[in-house]
């Protein structure tokens, strides 16, 4: 089973300001079969990015995905207010697909 | 629009059984996977199984097979999870989703709103 871990567990940042967020695999992800899901609470998750850096349809461009083997790292630029959530990286290599834990990046 | 709306969860005592539907529209049902995911109360998304466009390949987490059973009916637009001897630490919110492809598992791109399902005595 691919372990992907997170980090850091939280982020507090103010509007403005560049989030970095990193994801950690216990082995290879080839052919970069990695994606990053935001989640609100209470709401279902939201695709963001697939394949480690493609942005899904709709998804605003101060969001990108890099990296590749079996570190990868999501990055908002420019946080607005609605990026305040918790986000989750997924690999879908291998099975079992697995989800890391989850980075929330909480206002400052 | 792309829509996928889940229903069936509830209240089940350990050991019991319940059906999970997941009603899809606005999109070609039989050329993607569809997927469910769980996330327990307060914690991460767990992926629990995936079902190829076609029906014909199915995929479990070990957690959940042997008890889980996905299936999907074409002609309803409909994907379906059996739960059978449902546990307590089976309680969580269950989401449905599209996969990106027609193939067995990839990225998630349209989910539903969940469906709960708590297993008490």
């Known amino acids: 089973e691919i372990v992907l871990t997170q980090s850091p567990g939280s982020l507090s940042l103010s509007p403005g300001e560049r989030a970095t967020l990193s994801c950690r695999a216990s082995?290879?992800?080839?052919?970069?079969?990695l994606a990053w899901y935001q989640q609100k609470p209470g709401q279902a998750p939201r695709l963001l990015i697939y394949s480690a850096s493609d942005r899904a349809a709709g998804i605003p461009d101060r969001f990108s995905g890099s990296g590749s083997g079996t570190d990868f790292t999501l990055t908002i630029s420019r946080l607005e207010p609605e990026d305040f959530a918790v986000y989750y990286c997924?690999?879908?290599?291998?099975?079992?697909?697995?989800f890391g834990g989850g980075t929330k990046v909480e206002i400052k | 629009e792309v829509q996928v709306l889940e229903s069936g969860g509830g209240l089940v005592q350990p050991g019991g059984s319940l059906r999970l539907s997941c009603a899809a529209s606005g999109f070609t049902f039989t050329s993607y996977s569809m997927a469910w995911v769980r996330q327990a109360p307060g914690k991460g998304l767990e992926w629990v199984s995936s079902i190829s466009g076609g029906g014909g390949v199915t995929f479990y987490a070990d957690s959940v097979k042997g008890r889980f059973t996905i299936s999907r009916d074409s002609s309803k637009n409909t994907l379906y999870l059996q739960l059978n001897s449902l546990r307590v630490d089976d309680t969580a919110v269950y989401y449905c989703?599209?996969?990106?492809?027609?193939?067995?598992?990839?990225?998630?791109?349209?989910w539903g709103q969940g469906t709960l399902v708590t297993v008490s005595s």
């Open positions: 997924q690999q879908y290599v291998t099975l079992p697909v697995t």
């Open positions: 082995q290879s992800v080839n052919s970069n079969y």
């Open positions: 989703a599209r996969g990106q492809g027609i193939g067995g598992y990839s990225g998630l791109d349209y």
